[in-house]
């Protein structure tokens, strides 16, 4: 009699030890599931972060844009400037060099954007904009700017401008380096102002594009003003007054029905 309760005894502490083990796996496998998605969901959060960041750093899809609710960046540069930086960006649509580092900061010039539809006379601003007059006229030296479309037309919600300076006729295209803004403090952006876009829509983002003003138009003081036309501004209202179609551009506006082709530039230095 004893022998056989021994025997039961030994077999339930046997069905009691199989029992803990197998709550054990259990418990296991559920901290080995949770640990997985938890691995997963932190995953997943570092994708769409870095997917964002991307996109926000990228600037490859959205073309340089101007927008009225843009924060401004006040230019910290004593103006005139008597040392430029260039940094170099991306891939340049059109091979170029560098812009010269010390800059000719007494030096007033005018330039001449000769198109397809007339002439748009500029004087530049040297003494306000050192730096991107620099730059400026060191890509129209080299012919960057030559048989080069303005891909964009803005012409509504207080925005009136035309925007060149890409030699892809993308909005995506630039010199291949960027350099900060200037001339910010107090910016405004009446008819006849030329001044930067930002090229990655990003502040300090200025490369080759820049956009005419041909109506005053409102806009926070982003943009680098560098320039003034002294003469054509009735071209571009002209170009304003026909409107845009196809392709639109997802920042506003479009292709300009009445296109708008840069044959050259021409710098005079007076």
Known sequence: MAGKKERQRKLARQRYQRRLGRQAQRARRTRQWTVAVTALIVVAGL????????GRSSGTSASPTPTPSASATPSTVAEPATHCTYTPSGTAARKVTLPPATPDYKAAYQATINTNRGAIVIDLLNSKATCTVNSFVHLAEQDFYNATPCPRLVTSDGLYLLQCGDPTGTGSGGPGYEFASENLTGATYPAGTVAMANDS?????????????YQNTTLAPSYTPFGKIVSGLNILQTVGKAGYGAPLNPAGGGKPKESVEIESIAIKQT
């Open 201 to 213: 829509g990003e502040p300090d983002s200025n490369g080759s594009q820049f956009f005419l003003v």
């Open 47 to 54: 994708a769409v972060g870095g997917v964002l960041l991307a």
